[in-house]
Every structure is written in structure tokens, then in C-alpha cells.
């Protein structure tokens, strides 16, 4: 069945009705920001495959309230409401997205508290999604607060982690995939045999060792949990660190490479008018808590933390929400964004920035997270509000024009699982006349109630990407160099990388390719493109939607001037493909659609 949809157009370039700031404005014409509740988990994910970003957030009113699911149509969101995935009317937290089936389908767990079922979502395609009743997670009533999927046994099958801060014995949960959309519940071992009101979850490999470690904050000022993976399913507990032994009222946790050193950091935030913790990664599980600087000097009622390079100059820095204050205040609260001065100085430092609605909004944020919803290179943020149990959501589009230069990427999986989870991806570029190494990881979820698949890099004034180095949670590395800049691309594990660029400038400069017709098409659609340069060899192959490649159509030296190739699909199935031209160093990729 089709799902049922309510559609509220938003015109990016003729918007009218917008907050504006110095770096962000904030769209109020849009059924994100429109639609109100007790809202919780924000969740950038592309559940329809078209290459842009899509967004989940979920509701958590103690008597029960339905999510909502917002499908992007080119930066037009419409509201789905037909669907079981928005009809739960359950109180829930947390969310995480993964294809657990390897189908090539983003599929959904939601997780709730007040002692009610978790839910287990098949994403089917065409929109549609299908709860899973008998899966073992949906049949398990808990007072979960957030849910993460890792494959921690390297299987290639995406596992689930759900934390619970309430009940008889407040333990957490393991659910290990074992295929065919199957899991089993771990009921030994050390990540799920404690106890004690746990709040956030990761699955980070913190090590370098491609596999996934677990770390778990904690509130009611207990210390947070660390387990290292040995290994073949075995966790061994970590308490000897900084990480474990400053206890807090902890929500959240966010990692990442925030001082462009190869390896991953965290920042913990921490309620009750406390101040946060801000620890770097020395190694081998040590790490240094910083004890200086506007990330971990101000107190607050902080929740949800994440990282994201939001003015593109390379390096990452930090937005903190703020939600709830005690019994019998009233005052909102406004949210916090850290800019990293590590590029402009040399050494990681952070400025609070103070100007602009993005700081000035205030309410509650439960959770929030970054993602470049428009396609336009740089990061935009959605955020889950809360005060008075019905606040209207946020929508702020990023308006910052520097010039600085980017990349969004996005890894599938084949021997690793096909979300590409735990991947690591590092860029090389020179920036303001310094090579510069920049890492990042595929998290099942940051910042506790966030979560984005899709990896965004700033590049300063780079020219062009030196390297590209994918990670692979298989221990499989591909390397990419001379890299274009401000593009979207796919990378496939074992395969190749295809821009999904609507249009790249740069591009332009060696060959023009233009939009095959007919499209959508049945089975026969031409294609054509213009050489501006002799003796390069051309490249013309036709990917599927998961990139996959199916046919190519040209490879061989061509000369200056204007070629047609005709491309028939009788024998393929319906649906998006891609066609990418490469002539050197430079290529394109356009979609197209077979409709049978």
C-alpha cells in the first residue's frame, strides 16, 4: 500500500517566512518545523535510496505519541503518516538506523521507555516499512533510552545494542544478528551483565583495530562504562582511564577527530548544571581529560553532543543542546556551538559562538543532529524540541559562504555490512598551504539521540582531495587520490567511486555531459556527452543504485567532439541507475530511471 502523505512545499530560494542569523536561518515554512510533541531522536538517513537526505524524529510523551518520517524530495520535505513506522503511538526515546538484512534497504529500531516493547522496522522499499512482531527486541519491554547497531563480531551483520536506565535490574541489551533477519539475545558477558541507568551508547573503534569497542554513559553521577573488543564476541571492561572514573549525570556521548591526529576523542555532556568532559585520545585506551577551555568550563543542563565541520575549514567543531531544568523552574534554555580554531591556529582550541538563531532559539533541544539536507556542500542541523512536552521542532539551514570546499560521502558495503557501519574514512588535502589528514567514522549513533551515515569534510581552500583512504571494517583499504572537491560521492567496498552530482563545475573543464532521453526510459535510452580534449581515455558505465557496476559502454581513447551511446536494459529490473563518464581525473554521474 502506498503511504498516505501530507505535503507542504519549501522553495530554498523564494522562502518566506525565515529567521535570519549571521551563519544560519532558520526555515518555519516547513512541516519539520511546523510539527510539534515531546520530541527526542533526530535521524539524517536516505531510507528511499535517492541520494539525499531524508529525516526520522521520534516522540517520547509518556502516555504515547506516533513519530514522525519525512521524506526529501530535492530539500521539499512531505510528511509520511500512512506508514506503521509513524503509527506506534508509543513513548519513544532513541533510534538507530541499519540494513541489518544486507538488502540494500536502511531498516529502523526505535526504542521505548516505561517499561514498553522495542521496535524492530524492515524497510521493504517504495516507502514502505513492515514491524517486525516476532523479532526477539520487539517482544522485550524495557525503560530503554537509545539504541545503536555495530557489528561487533566482524560478520558482516549489524547487531544491536539498546541501554536502559530504569526497571528491577536497569541491565542493558545485546542482540547479536545471526542472518535472515533473525537475532539472538546475549544473556552472558560483561557489556550486558551490569547494572546501573545507562543513557548513551557507542560502538567506536577506538584502538585502530578495526574492530568495535563499546563506550556507555551513565547519569546519577555513576562512571561511565568502557569495553575493549577482543575479539571473536569477548569484551574485556576498562576502568584504568579518566574515561571511567569522573562520574556524572551523563546523557551523551560523541566521538571524534577533533584535533586531526588519526584517532578518535569524545566529549561527554552531562545535566544537572554540570560542566561537560572533553577527553583526548593518547593511545592504546589512555586518554587526557582537558580541563581549560569553553567546551568544559560552563555549566549546564547539557544533553545531546555532536560533531560536525559546519564552516568547512577542516577541521571538526561541537554543537551542544541544552533540555530541562529542575522541578519548579520555568526558564528555557539555549543551545551551544563550539567553533574548532585548530586550522586557523595550529592547535585544537574552541571559540563559543554566540551570535545567531542557531544559539538563540531557546525552548528545549532533546536531541538534534548535523546534515547537509539541500545538497549545497555545507552542514545543516535539525533539532527534536521539548519544552512544554510541545515544542516545535527546529530547521536551520546553513548560510555561511565562505568559499571553503567540501565533500559528502557515502559507503556501502559488501564483505562489511552493506550500511558500512565502523568504516573509517581519511582525506588528505592542503589546506591553507599544509597537508592536512582528516578521519572519520560510520556511526550507528552519536550523540545518543543523533545520527547521520552519510560522512561530510570540510576542505578549506583545497584544490583538490590528495587521498582518499576508506577503512573498511573487513580490513579491506581502497585508495583514492585526485579526488575533485565539492561533490557527493558513493564509494562501493572492493568497487569504485561514482559522484552523484546533480552538477560539477570543475567537471566541466574536460567534457560536458548531458541528461540521457528519453528518462525515465523502457529499455532504451541514449546518452550524450562532449569531449573538450583529445587522447584522454573515456570511461562510460552504468552503476546500479547501490553501486554496483552493470554495463560499460565505453572504455577507450576518443578524440574531441560530440558522441551519442545508446544503452538498452531489457535485461534489468526497474528502478534508479547511474551513468559515469570519466575522462582523467575528472568524472560525472548522472541518475537516471527505468520504469517497465
Not at 531498516?107 to 524497510?123: A, E, G, H, R, T
Not at 586557523?344 to 563559543?352: A, C, I, L
Not at 569531449?531 to 559502454?553: F, H, M, P, W
Request: aromatic share 12%.
Amino acid at each position: 500500500m502506498k503511504p498516505i502523505i501530507t505535503i507542504i512545499l519549501l522553495n530554498l530560494f523564494f522562502i518566506s517566512n525565515i529567521v535570519r542569523s549571521q551563519d544560519f536561518i532558520k526555515i518555519t515554512d516547513s512541516i519539520v518545523g511546523l510539527d510539534s510533541g515531546a520530541s527526542r531522536s533526530v535521524n539524517w538517513i536516505d531510507f528511499d535510496n535517492d541520494n539525499d537526505l531524508d529525516l526520522f524524529i521520534s516522540n517520547g510523551l509518556n502516555t504515547g505519541q506516533n513519530n514522525f518520517l519525512y521524506r526529501n524530495d530535492n530539500g521539499v520535505f512531505v510528511k509520511i503518516t500512512g506508514q506503521s513506522i509513524v503509527q506506534d503511538n508509543l513513548p519513544s526515546d532513541g533510534a538507530s538506523w541499519g540494513d541489518y538484512n544486507n538488502d540494500g534497504l536502511t531498516d529502523l529500531c526505535v526504542v521505548n521507555w516505561y517499561n514498553k516493547i522495542k521496535l524492530l522496522y524492515l524497510n521493504t522499499g517504495n516507502g514502505n516499512f513492515i514491524f517486525q512482531s516476532d523479532a526477539v527486541m520487539s517482544q522485550d519491554p524495557s525503560y530503554s533510552e537509545t539504541c545503536t547497531w555495530g557489528d561487533y563480531d566482524n560478520d558482516g551483520l549489524l547487531d544491536l545494542f539498546v541501554t536502559n536506565s530504569a526497571g528491577s535490574n536497569h541491565r542493558n541489551f545485546l542482540y547479536r544478528n545471526t542472518g535472515n533477519g533473525e537475532f539472538q539475545k546475549m544473556d552472558t558477558g560483561v557489556v550486558i551483565s551490569e547494572t546501573g541507568f545507562s543513557r548513551g551508547a557507542n560502538w567506536v573503534d577506538i584502538d585502530n583495530d578495526r574492530d568495535l569497542d563499546l563506550f556507555v554513559t551513565r547519569e546519577s553521577n555513576n562512571n561511565n562504562f568502557l569495553y575493549r573488543n577482543d575479539g571473536a564476541g569477548s569484551f574485556t571492561k576498562i576502568t584504568s582511564t579518566p574515561l571511567t572514573s569522573n562520574g556524572g549525570e551523563s546523557w551523551s556521548a560523541s566521538w571524534g577527530d577533533y584535533d586531526n591526529d588519526g584517532d578518535l576523542d569524545v566529549v561527554v555532556s552531562n545535566y544537572g548544571n554540570q560542566k561537560n568532559f572533553l577527553y583526548r585520545n593518547d593511545g592504546n585506551f589512555t586518554f587526557t581529560r582537558i580541563l581549560d577551555g569553553p567546551v568544559v568550563n560552563e555549566s549546564g543542563y547539557n544533553a545531546v553532543t555532536g560533531w560536525g565541520d559546519y564552516d568547512n575549514d577542516g577541521d571538526l567543531d561541537l554543537f551542544i543542546s541544552q533540555a530541562y531544568v529542575p522541578p519548579g523552574f520555568t526558564q528555557k534554555l539555549v543551545n551551544k556551538l563550539f567553533k574548532n580554531m585548530l586550522i586557523e591556529t595550529g592547535s585544537p582550541s574552541f571559540e563559543k559562538v554566540t551570535d545567531g538563531i542557531l544559539v538563540n532559539d531557546s525552548g528545549y533541544t532533546y536531541g538534534f543532529a548535523w546534515g547537509d539536507y539541500d545538497n549545497d556542500g555545507d552542514l545543516d542541523i535539525a533539532t527534536a524540541n521539548t519544552f512544554g512536552e510541545n515544542q516545535r521542532n527546529g530547521l536551520f539551514k546553513n548560510e555561511l559562504t565562505n568559499g571553503n570546499k567540501w565533500i559528502n560521502i557515502k559507503c556501502v558495503g559488501v564483505v562489511t555490512n552493506r550500511s558500512a557501519i565502523g568504516t573509517k574514512v581519511r582525506v588528505k588535502a592542503n589546506i591553507n598551504g599544509n597537508s592536512v589528514w582528516q578521519m572519520q567514522e560510520i556511526d550507528g549513533q552519536s550523540g545518543y539521540c543523533g545520527q547521520n551515515l552519510q560522512l561530510h569534510f570540510g576542505l578549506g581552500n583545497a584544490a583538490v582531495i590528495d587521498s582518499m583512504k576508506v577503512e573498511w571494517q573487513s580490513g579491506t583499504d581502497q585508495v583514492f587520490t585526485n579526488v575533485p572537491v565539492n561533490q557527493s560521492v558513493s564509494i562501493t567496498e572492493n568497487g569504485t567511486i561514482i559522484s552523484v552530482n546533480e552538477n560539477n563545475s570543475i567537471q566541466k573543464k574536460t567534457f560536458n555531459l548531458y541528461q540521457n532521453y528519453p528518462n525515465p526510459f523502457n529499455p532504451e535510452t541514449v546518452i550524450k556527452y562532449e569531449l573538450v580534449n583529445s587522447g584522454n581515455n573515456v570511461k562510460l558505465k552504468i552503476y546500479d543504485a547501490l553501486g554496483n557496476e552493470v554495463r560499460t559502454l565505453v572504455n577507450g581513447v576518443q578524440r574531441e567532439g560530440s558522441y551519442e551511446v545508446s544503452f538498452n536494459a531489457n535485461d534489468l529490473p526497474s528502478g534508479v541507475y547511474y551513468y559515469k563518464l570519466e575522462t582523467g581525473i575528472f568524472f560525472e554521474t548522472k541518475k537516471m530511471f527505468l520504469v517497465k
